[in-house]
């Protein structure tokens, strides 16, 4: 019986600490959705009101007129949706190649792709840049994605998941005279949706939220991501929380709608290997 209590503090302890670390986490998030409904005279008042005394999505509407919000949403989306689907598929196919195929130097290779992650990307900023200015790309849909597109991350985040996969399935299939494109589509991707999925989920989240490289490869309205457009927003004008709110409430809907739909693959990713069956 003494066990059992003991047990039972240690739970309560456990879900006090989790509780508490939500709680915190959760904070921000609430405050920032209660301001984008409020006046901007209440924005400051002490103690806050965390509920507002009625939904004013005047706020919304202000966002649309003072900025091309709708521009930099469309093209948010347009960037982030494309380096996505490139850096899933190229990484797939890297870490395919990585786990599972017989090449010389391919354990060279890989390790040299590892490298690439201790170097920052401020390091390689300015030679980049140059590139793209060169190619005549500032300002265009190219130059925006494909500097971000597959990753050493996702390449080593998709080769460990291989490594599972066991070998005499794709001998197998090989054996029965499938190619190795065959094989990769219809044997490899259904068995790492998981994987994917979770690489997914990362990539959209960077790209999405990406400030720096957008700034130095745009100049006007057309072309600005989110991030630019509604931090130009906050240092162009008197800062206006109330409408810099609601563009970040309404900036936070297609990651939330992206896990929503993938969070089963995206927990039976991050969770492969944790359980033995």
């Known amino acids: 019986m003494g066990e059992f209590k003991k047990k039972k503090i240690q739970l309560f302890f456990i879900y006090l600490f989790l509780s508490a670390g939500l709680v915190l986490n959760l904070a921000p998030l609430a405050w920032m959705l209660s301001t984008s409904f409020k006046p901007g005279s209440e924005v400051f008042r002490f103690p806050p009101k965390w509920i507002p005394d009625s939904l004013d999505f005047a706020n919304y509407e202000k ?10 949403y469309l093209n948010s989306i347009v960037v982030a949706l494309l380096i996505t689907a490139v850096t899933v598929l190229l990484c797939t196919m890297a870490g395919y190649a990585f786990a599972k195929m017989r090449f010389p130097g391919r354990n060279i290779l890989f390790m040299l792709f590892l490298i690439t992650l201790m170097i920052p990307f401020q390091a390689t900023m300015i030679p980049l840049f140059r590139m793209i200015s060169n190619f005549g790309w500032i300002d265009t849909y190219q130059g925006l994605i494909l500097p971000q597109i597959s990753t050493a991350f996702g390449i080593f985040l998709i080769r460990q998941f291989m490594l599972s996969m066991p070998d ?14 065959r094989t990769f589509w219809k044997i490899v991707v259904p068995l790492n949706r998981g994987a994917m999925a979770t690489l997914a989920i990362f990539t959209f989240n960077t790209a999405w939220n990406n400030l720096l490289w957008p700034l130095l490869v745009t100049n006007n309205d057309q072309m600005r991501t989110l991030p630019v457009g509604m931090a130009l927003f906050k240092s162009s004008r008197d800062i206006d929380w109330t ?35």
């Open 243 to 277: 409408a810099i709110m609601a563009g970040s409430v309404m900036s936070l809907i297609p990651m939330i709608i992206l896990f929503l739909l993938m969070q089963k693959q995206f927990i039976r990713g991050i969770t492969a290997g944790a359980v033995k069956e």
């Open 168 to 181: 005499a399935l794709l001998e197998a299939a090989t054996i029965d005279g499938s190619s190795q494109m």
């Open 63 to 72: 966002v649309f007129s003072m900025i091309p919000f709708g521009r930099y």
